[in-house]
């Protein structure tokens, strides 16, 4: 059974720091690209950084650049994120989700919601002012 599992969101002021981890498994994790997304109440779901099977590619989404970053460990089957600098609108459920498009296109397609099959269950994390 293929499985995510997100973990490590939580209360954290604004200018703090978090690190979500996405535990992979029941699948060769190493064969897929990891997506992280995010939702506010309120609003859509919307993308905020991928990496390839081999961490050669990672993109992000412009309002998180530079303070975010993405790794994985295909030893531990486990995509991490870590989260600098957060700021109020960072608040809201976030969730990884297995990529099931060519890794060709992933870097064009990684923000669209439908290139994803399996989600985690989604981690909050409420950032203060």
């Known amino acids: 059974e293929v499985q995510l599992v997100e973990s490590g969101g939580g209360l954290v002021q604004a200018g703090g720091s978090l690190r979500l981890s996405c535990a992979a498994s029941?699948?060769?994790?190493?064969?897929?690209?990891i997506g992280w997304f995010r939702q506010a109440p309120g609003k859509e779901r919307e993308g905020v950084s991928c990496?390839?099977?081999?961490?050669?590619?990672?993109d992000y989404a412009d309002s998180v650049k530079g303070r975010f970053t993405i790794s994985r460990d295909n030893a531990k089957n486990t995509v991490y994120l870590q989260m600098n600098s957060l700021k109020p609108e960072d608040t809201a459920v976030y969730y990884c989700?297995?990529?099931?498009?060519?890794?060709?296109?992933?870097?064009?397609?990684?923000?669209?919601?439908?290139?994803?099959?399996?989600w985690g269950q989604g981690t909050q994390v409420t950032v203060s002012a």
């Open positions: 989700a297995r990529y099931t498009g060519r890794e060709y296109w992933l870097f064009s397609v990684w923000r669209s919601r439908e290139e994803y099959d399996y």
């Open positions: 029941g699948f060769s994790f190493d064969d897929y690209a």
């Open positions: 990496i390839s099977r081999s961490a050669g590619i990672t």
